[in-house]
């Protein structure tokens, strides 16, 4: 039996034991991949793990000397208004969540104005304030949208194409962005390629679809985010912990926890569950090597 099945098997004897409501769970460990099911293999909604492909997106495009992470984007979409201090946010900003710009999730936040983008931007900014919103990440990518076109159909012969990830939707918003921060859906070993991705710093099959350092950027120079355990700290999308590791973490336990060589893919549907497991994960993770 290979380390990642019994770290798997650890992890579905778990959420079994404690009624974790999981979909599917996906463990690499090393080049060994192995996946267990309690519900049908059908692509779901990753929620804010998608977050994280905004990110990649916007590496890449700067690795193609499209946006600069630095740039003032007041520069990239010279006819929006322009609230007072943001004249001063960035991509980098956006993607961390630390415009400073008060604009909080609703469940109707892609229809509450004409457009969001320009409503978020045209707000002001409180300074380098830590503040989770989906608006952040829809305007990060309205900006890059500006520099790239369609973000999904430049992400598919970068992205998608060459991790076979064929036939992919991202649910858009009334003006046709794409809606960013959620919306698009992955089975969960689809999810765990992007996973296998970012834990080999952006290289895929001898490939590097992405720099390095987009990579290191999404668990490094973290943004104060508070005092919640778990959500204390916030990089380029992803969340400090727990433990030693990182994750992109999105409602209803949607998680890619990456753990040294270690990636566990989690799709369920236990918002409220979700934290426990993940603690869980990355404690196993860290005992899998001493176990055989």
Not at 106 to 132: I, V
Not at 133 to 155: K, Q
Not at 219 to 224: K, L, Y
Not at 246 to 275: E, K
Request: hydrophobic share 45%; proline share 4%; aromatic share 8%.
């Amino acid at each position: 039996m290979t380390r990642a099945q019994l770290l798997l098997d650890s992890l579905v004897h778990e959420a079994d034991a404690t009624g974790f409501g999981a979909h599917g769970m996906h463990v690499l460990l090393g080049d060994d991949a192995v996946e267990h099911r309690w519900a049908d293999d059908v692509r779901e909604d990753i929620q804010s793990v998608a977050k994280g492909i905004c990110v990649l997106a916007a590496g890449m495009a700067a690795d193609e000397g499209l946006v600069g992470f630095d740039v003032p984007v007041a520069e990239y979409l010279p006819d929006f208004d322009i609230g007072p201090g943001v004249d001063g946010v960035t991509l980098r900003h956006l993607l961390s969540m630390s415009s400073g710009i008060d604009l909080p999730w609703s469940e109707t936040l892609m229809t509450d104005w004409p457009d969001l983008a320009r409503e978020f931007l045209a707000r002001p900014s409180r300074g380098r304030a830590f503040q989770y919103s989906n608006a952040s990440t829809y305007t990060a990518m309205t900006v890059l949208a500006a520099r790239t076109g369609d973000v999904l159909e430049y992400l598919r012969p970068r992205l998608f194409d060459p991790l076979g990830i064929r036939d992919l939707e991202w649910q858009r918003c009334p003006n046709g962005r794409i809606v960013a921060g959620g919306g698009l859906a992955l089975r969960t070993e689809e999810m765990s390629r992007l996973g296998r991705l970012i834990r080999d710093g952006g290289r895929w099959q001898g490939r590097q679809l992405v720099s390095t350092g987009w990579i290191d950027a999404m668990h490094s120079e973290w943004v104060d985010a508070g005092t919640s355990p778990g959500y204390d700290r916030y990089a380029l999308a992803g969340w400090g912990g727990p433990g030693h590791a990182w994750r992109l973490h999105g409602a209803g336990g949607q998680m890619l926890l990456l753990a040294g060589p270690a990636v566990i893919t989690i799709t369920a549907d236990d918002h409220f569950g979700a934290d426990a497991m993940a603690a869980f994960a990355v404690d196993a993770a860290r005992a899998e090597p001493d176990r055989v």
